[in-house]
């Protein structure tokens, strides 16, 4: 891994972009094809996130609940399957009438009022107010909108963030004051980046290579981790249980499930290492790319992958002592504790409880206003620079 991460090094470059509360990849979304390069594969097996399967459609996860009633009960509400909402179902906007932010002479207001919310920017003079077409990211951290003027898609200048309960700033847009009213409503975002953003925030958003808004599933949905159902249902239905037709990441191992599968969204060590400086200060939420960063936790190891400490059809788990058991599953509980087969590795000198506080800190990234756990561990001393 060492050798792999110096000799990638900084080859090349590789756009992201950073949505409050989840980070995705650009790398976009690509058409499946077979090994002579022909169109749709006959079966899901090679299938990934953000990757499009021509030919069949997705069924809503309604319809995956009628057999997976536990699954996706409990995964309906968490922060994943509301990374992007429409202005009707988004809990922000519904709790919050009106949000207001100035920048220099240039006021900004969200205002919602039964299944609409309004973007308005003015300068006293000149207005400019689009309705927000949908909402990325639940709130937990923040939440940042997309909006259509003038015929392109722009992303809010401002977005609403959780511990501000207010506006600020979208990360990675400029604080400077506008020039414009124009140039205060936010950010132009291009086709290829668009894609990109549905792939990861929604299912069936992109048709063709193609971005079709008609056809989407808002949120990271069944279908988003599991591809389209409908083969899926239709081979349930006919009881041909030998192809079940629909993609079951337990079947990858933890290198390829963490790197391959989640990275797709969460940023894998290949997508960061081709980004300018690794994506600097922002990669600490690329949890794929950040824990094979780790100092002795890089390993094909199933004990370290992102499912090896996160259920993904639960909510995330906040509680610091919820963890140590996973770092026990290597590290011995007691310097007097004999190695085995499995524990390998050695206990820790300071304590065996909430292991994550000392060793997978908490880091906020500056305008975020929001401490996200680094997922580099490491003895993290008093004063350290974080790295990255």
């Known amino acids: 891994m060492s050798e792999r991460r110096i000799n990638s090094g900084r080859k090349g470059l590789a756009l992201s972009a950073i949505v409050i509360g989840v980070t995705i990849s650009l790398v976009g ?25 021509p030919g069949v459609q997705y069924v809503g996860s309604s319809v995956c609940a009628q057999c997976h009633t536990f699954q996706a009960t409990t995964f309906s509400s968490t922060p994943m399957a509301h990374a992007l909402e429409t202005p009707s179902r988004c809990e922000v906007l519904l709790k919050h009438a009106r949000l207001t932010f100035r920048n220099g002479e240039y006021s900004y207001q969200i205002t919602s009022q039964g299944s609409q919310s309004i973007y308005t920017v003015t300068d006293g003079i ?16 923040g939440q940042t909108y997309l909006l259509r003027h003038n015929g392109t898609i722009y992303e809010s200048r401002i977005s609403y963030f959780q511990t ?17 009213v124009e140039d205060a409503v936010g950010r132009p975002v291009g086709p290829e980046e668009t894609k990109a953003c549905f792939s990861c925030h929604s299912a069936g958003a992109v048709s063709n290579s193609q971005l079709q808004l008609d056809g989407l599933v808002p949120g990271v949905s069944c279908e988003a981790c599991h591809g389209p159902g409908e083969k899926h249902v239709a081979a349930v239905r006919a009881k041909n249980f030998k192809d079940l037709e629909i993609f079951n990441p337990a079947n990858l191992s933890a290198h390829e499930l963490s790197q391959e599968f989640c990275g797709a969204c969460h940023i894998s060590f290949e997508t960061a290492m081709l980004m300018p400086g690794q994506g600097g200060m922002n990669n600490i939420r690329f949890q794929a790319y950040r824990i094979f960063n780790s100092p002795g936790h890089n390993k094909i190891d199933d004990r370290i992958s992102c499912v090896a400490c996160h259920n993904p059809h639960n909510q995330l788990k906040q509680e610091a002592s919820f963890y140590d058991s ?34 997978m800190p908490k880091v906020e990234i500056p305008g975020m206003h929001f401490g996200f756990t680094d997922h580099w561990i490491r003895i993290a001393r008093p004063g350290a620079p974080v790295p990255h």
Not at 29 to 53: C, D, F, H, I, V
Not at 126 to 141: A, D, H, K, M, N
């Open 164 to 180: 501000l309960r207010n506006l600020d700033f979208t990360v990675g847009q400029t604080r400077l004051v506008p020039t414009s």
């Open 29 to 53: 979304p690509r058409l499946l094809r077979g090994q002579g390069g022909g169109t749709a594969l006959p079966s899901l097996s090679n299938w990934r996130p953000t990757q499009e399967y």
């Open 126 to 141: 000149t207005r400019i107010s689009e309705p927000i077409l949908y909402c990325f990211g639940q709130g937990v951290t």
């Open 326 to 359: 996973k770092c026990l599953a290597c590290h011995l509980s007691s310097p007097r504790e004999a190695k085995t087969a499995r524990l390998t590795a050695a206990a820790c000198p300071v304590s065996t409880k909430n292991c994550v506080t000392c060793h």
